[in-house]
């Protein structure tokens, strides 16, 4: 009987559209500086790398994504941890510990991530700014099949950030806000009686985050620019891309 059971369980993994293989989820530091990544599992699942780790300049690390997994990745910097994890990023902070159990303090860019749960279906992703930008990410479908476009913002906003958007640090642009957080009025946050696609438009801020990054979320409602999709993919994630190739 057991025999059988085992047979029968076989037999309903071998069908189309229920083999299911898990991403793996490679991060890559093209910076000139050390990125401490912060991960954030959405759907009750353990956050990928224990939710924080160190990765100096020209160094990856992997991690594999069990099917159905939803989250998010994103880069801090100017970080400085004791020996236990305790102490504080410039950008990006998870209350003070290298292992993030939360979201990132914004202005951060965000590598957002929904995985499909059998091969048929497809992945959805974006790289988001609706929180910020922090430090240039790019996402990039490897292996999969499907539309699997590139991801990301290259260009580097803190550099050409408005005055009132801006996140200093010992006289160093560090940070670029959301004209949501700067300002917290309904027409930025998407709120109220802006709280739709329909009454939540482009604002001048948001345009010029779009224009700086085409493929990456400018405002709440961007999605038709914005979200990409991949079936059976692995994803690398890189932190200060120099191109979408």
């Given amino acids: 009987m057991a025999f059988n059971s085992r047979l029968c369980l076989l037999l309903l993994l071998l069908l189309p559209g229920t083999v299911i293989n898990a991403s793996v989820f490679t991060l890559q530091n093209q910076c000139s500086y050390t990125i401490w990544p912060g ?20 160094s990856q690390l992997q991690f594999p994504a069990p099917p159905g997994w939803s989250g998010r990745f994103w880069g801090r910097t100017g970080c400085n941890f004791d020996a236990s994890g305790t102490g504080k990023c410039i ?8 292992k993030c159990n939360g979201g990132g303090t914004p202005p951060v860019s965000l590598a957002e991530f929904t995985l499909a749960t059998s091969q048929n279906e497809k ?12 430090v240039g990410v790019g996402v990039k479908a490897l292996g999969g099949f499907g539309d699997c476009q590139y991801a990301g913002c290259v260009a580097d906003l803190n550099g050409n950030c408005p005055e009132e958007l801006k996140v200093m640090d010992s006289g160093t642009v560090v ?5 949501c957080a700067a300002f917290n009025t309904p027409e930025f946050c998407c709120t109220g009686d802006h709280a739709s696609p329909q009454t939540c438009l482009p604002t001048q801020y948001s345009v010029m985050f779009k224009n700086a990054c085409p493929t990456a979320y400018s405002y709440a409602y961007d999605d038709a620019t914005s979200t990409c999709t991949c079936s059976g993919s692995d994803y690398l994630i890189t932190f200060c891309p120099t191109g979408s190739g």
């Fill in 175 to 179: 940070a670029c806000k959301s004209a």
């Fill in 123 to 134: 992945d959805f992703y974006d790289v988001s700014l609706v929180d910020g930008y922090n």
């Fill in 91 to 98: 950008t990006g902070d998870c209350d003070g510990f290298l």
């Fill in 39 to 58: 991960t954030l599992s959405g759907n009750g699942l353990n956050a990928l790398g224990d939710g924080g780790f160190v990765l100096p300049p020209g």
